[in-house]
């Protein structure tokens, strides 16, 4: 499948009697055609603002595989991956181009994958002129190599304002995100939440590379001037955006990245970041991305100014911007570096238990990894009044279409074949959990994120977290030693004992479901 489809291949996929296909249209017409089509709004800063409706997140409980003798064996079937009959997907397929007989729709030819070697050629049909924009601005832009390519292509067609008939569509709702690794073909339906678009060319990277020896991450990665690329694994909330935005390092990606022989290289071509609270002074470079060309995805603008309120979750906690990665400043141009030599495990502990830093052996750092712990606050979900752990393995569980195992012996391969440190990092609670500690002072992870990616932070003496097994440097450069262990900055020192053991448990139950780590591995967790 080569890129620049022609009308015919359109036809190949059941498009017929379309309306006006608009090709690759620079961002500026795309916003005047999302403004006169009343899909959104201009903010004063220039970033054109649309919103979602109904789905302010992603849908998991609505994304399918379609299963086929390629596929049947190997996918991760379960809570994240729902299968659907070849037949089943036809009636859809036919359903949804009956609805678009008529309708304009926007074409981009795009890719994935920076690194030429694993590069995939995309193409992205959309009913929304801002979703195109969205696209163009997360994807990679499509060469003439693209063109050429004799990679074979995916094609992604967005439309939201179809919905489906769960009767005679066998879908759970009128929502779905469907896959065929056949046909090579994705459809998202009955959802405008834009994220649904690249999160599903990254499951289908996730699908694909492990078998070309490539580990496919749903991490940022930056890199100083030494070329010291490190690897930030994180999920939503836990800073992975915000951490890896480092004035003083270049940054490759925001999000997804691919590790193979060669080094790290970006899927994308653009960032994500959320906008809840985002702030001039903390998240320069994020803020300074925001303009002309960018997309907000559900942030409030005031009414007379069109000024954002990043602070109003009106809408969603959930606020996005989607932006080119060319519009942060220090950016590697290529989306490719070298080996990684720290890799750092995110997590936003609304318990205050982990420690703020501690070094991971290789099997802790597969335990963790596996695990992909953060938590969830109180407040921010009706019905969370409590701090609840989540658990998502390998930091995207929604996101993986193998065995978490597969992507785990993977990780230990590469660090142990590259000689890489490992470290956890809790972003979340200090004193105390969720409404009687405080959130740890960004400025003091940014200061121990570079400790551990100079190596630094090894320099410590340590001890070991008699819960967590944890070794818990004492010291680290520009950091209260009194912060580093955590017990000692709650006041209530039986409070932490029994909160440190309830979020132990957690971790041991959730890691039951994994059979194929080690002992060693399965003994690197809590004690």
Request: proline content about 6%.
């Amino acid at each position: 499948m080569t890129m620049m489809m022609s009308r015919k291949a359109l036809e190949d996929y059941g498009l017929v009697n379309l309306g006006t296909i608009h090709w690759n249209l620079p961002p500026a017409e795309l916003v005047e055609h999302a403004l006169e089509r009343k899909e959104g709004l201009l903010a004063a800063n220039g970033a054109l603002r649309a919103t979602t409706g109904a789905h302010t997140g992603r849908s998991p409980k609505d994304k399918y595989i379609v299963s086929s003798e390629q596929t049947a064996s190997k996918i991760w079937w379960g809570e994240n991956n729902h299968p659907m009959s070849p037949e089943t997907f036809a009636i859809v397929r036919r359903s949804l181009a009956d609805y678009l007989q008529g309708r304009d729709v926007y074409v981009l030819d795009a890719a994935a994958g920076a690194d030429p070697r694993y590069r995939m050629p995309i193409q992205v049909i959309t009913e929304l002129a801002w979703h195109n924009l969205f696209a163009r601005n997360l994807f990679l832009r499509a060469t003439e190599a693209d063109r050429l390519s004799e990679r074979p292509g995916f094609t992604v067609l967005c439309v939201p304002h179809f919905r489906l008939n769960p009767r005679s569509h066998g879908t759970r709702s009128e929502t779905a995100i469907i896959i065929d690794f056949e046909e090579r073909l994705v459809l998202i339906a009955g959802t405008e939440y834009a994220g649904e678009m690249k999160k599903s060319i990254f499951t289908v990277l996730n699908f694909i590379l492990p078998a070309e020896g490539v580990l496919p991450m749903h991490c940022s990665a930056n890199v100083g001037a030494a070329g010291d690329v490190a690897l930030f694994f994180g999920l939503s909330g836990t800073g992975k955006t915000s951490l890896s935005a480092d004035p003083e390092r270049r940054l490759i990606g925001d999000d997804e990245h691919g590790w193979g022989d060669n080094g790290i290289f970006n899927f994308e071509g653009g960032c994500y970041a959320k906008c809840i609270n985002l702030s001039r002074e903390f998240e320069p470079q994020i803020w300074n991305a925001v303009r002309f060309g960018a997309v907000y995805e559900n942030v409030v603008l005031h009414e007379k100014t069109r000024e954002p309120d990043y602070s109003d979750a009106s809408i969603t906690e959930n606020t996005r911007v989607a932006y080119p990665v060319d519009y942060i400043d220090n950016v590697v141009g290529s989306g490719m570096a070298g080996q990684p030599k720290a890799v750092i495990f995110l997590s936003a502990d609304s318990f205050g238990v982990l420690p703020p830093i501690s070094r991971l052996t290789t099997e802790q750092a597969m335990y963790y990894f596996l695990s992909g712990y953060t938590s969830k606050l109180a407040g921010t979900e009706r019905g969370v009044t409590s701090p609840q752990a989540t658990f998502s393995s390998c930091f995207g569980a929604a996101f993986l279409p193998l065995r978490p195992g597969e992507y785990a012996n993977l990780l230990r391969e590469r660090i142990e074949k590259y000689n890489v440190r490992c470290y956890l990092i809790n972003t979340g609670w200090t004193g105390g959990p969720y409404g009687i500690g405080k959130r740890i002072n960004i400025n003091y992870t940014r200061a121990m994120v570079k400790a551990a990616i100079s190596g630094a932070i090894d320099e410590a003496e340590t001890m070991v977290d008699p819960i967590f097994g944890l070794r818990i440097p004492t010291s680290c450069p520009d950091v209260p030693s009194e912060i580093l262990n955590p017990r000692n900055t709650w006041i209530d020192r039986d409070g932490y004992d029994m909160q440190a053991t309830h979020l132990a448990e957690l971790f041991k139950e959730n890691f039951k479901q994994f059979t194929l780590p080690s002992e060693e591995v399965r003994n690197a967790g809590p004690r």
